[in-house]
């Protein structure tokens, strides 16, 4: 069966189309499970540090002016 790796920077429409006509196997390569990793770390000290980052502790769009709680962040983190 075909797989479709994703690594963060050869994703074409072409595989799109693969991935929506045929089955595949999606895997994430190693290396972008790594990046994110790392990102999701700098992310979080900023959050424990207080510091905005907007569309991750606060609102969107006309909410964006809008923070969120530590038990609001807490349970939203659960959710997705």
């Not at 690594?7 to 045929?22: A, I, M, P, Q, T």
Request: glycine share 4%.
């Amino acid at each position: 069966m075909d797989q479709l790796v994703i690594d963060g920077n050869s994703l074409v429409l072409n595989d799109l189309r693969r991935f929506y006509y045929k089955k595949l196997i999606v895997m994430i390569s190693e290396d972008s499970i790594n990046r994110v990793e790392k990102l999701r770390e700098i992310i979080l000290k900023q959050i424990k540090s207080g510091k905005a980052i907007y569309g991750v502790n606060t609102g969107f769009d006309k909410l964006s002016n809008v923070s969120m709680k530590d038990e609001d962040f807490t349970s939203y983190d659960k959710t997705f």
